[in-house]
């Protein structure tokens, strides 16, 4: 069995040269990526032949595990791979007893098909590995598979139907926090009584608004 309990047949096992990506990299990618990669191994293949599941979005999904130098986050190093591979990654990051997951929904490049343009991140906090709760469920398509992986990396307490409506719903979500950030940072500067009440009310507003939306 596999970290994700996925079945044999989707085994590749294969190591992953730290100078795979060069072509995508500059000097201090890099070095970047000889300086905290140990090794990096491509796990698994989710795809049509090993799991008899189709999709429209999402043709493969492939399980990649990187083994850090130091327990540091790398969303720079992951982006490069991510952009390189048009086929959806799940990545697995570890260092000693503990690791984090890291995945993008993204689509192939308009002019381009050997690249990809990224639409949205997912990613967990640090954890224990002996604690993961990540699972894939091989069911129904491999859009719904890579879907309800997202979902178990969502901020967002809401249902959605597809990739593409839970990335919309998680964009609005970040963008309506960051404004509530900014706002409470605005609010703690500021010296002028009128001005702060009316920083106060434009926060409410936008609290309200977090609350009406999901």
């Not at 697995?92 to 929904?105: D, G, L, R």
């Not at 689509?107 to 098909?113: A, C, I, V």
């Not at 879907?147 to 963008?175: M, P, R, W």
């Amino acid at each position: 069995m596999t970290i994700f309990q996925l079945p044999k047949n989707t085994e590749v096992r294969k190591v992953i040269p730290k100078n795979a990506f060069d072509a995508y990299t500059n000097t201090k990618q890099k070095k970047a990526f000889s300086d905290k990669v140990l090794r990096m191994t491509w796990l698994d293949k989710i795809a049509f032949e090993n799991v008899h599941l189709q999709g429209n979005d999402v043709q493969e999904i492939q399980v990649f595990k990187i083994v850090l130098k130091e327990r540091t986050i790398i969303k720079d190093l992951l982006s490069i791979i991510e952009k390189s591979i048009p086929y959806h990654i799940i990545f697995w990051i570890e260092f000693q007893n503990e690791f984090y997951i890291y995945t993008s929904a993204k689509h192939l490049h308009p002019t381009n098909d050997n690249n990809a343009v990224i639409d949205y991140t997912f990613t967990s906090d640090w954890q224990l590995i002996e604690n993961n709760p990540y699972q894939f469920v091989l069911k129904n398509n491999l859009d719904w598979v890579f879907k309800t992986f997202c979902d178990q990396l969502k901020s967002i307490n809401t249902d959605t139907k597809s990739i593409g409506e839970l990335v919309e719903k998680q964009k609005n979500n970040d963008a309506i926090l960051k404004e509530i950030e900014r706002l409470k940072a605005q609010i703690a500067r500021c010296k002028q009584f009128n001005k702060k009440v009316e920083l106060n009310l434009k926060l409410k507003e936008f609290e309200e608004k977090l609350k009406r939306f999901f």
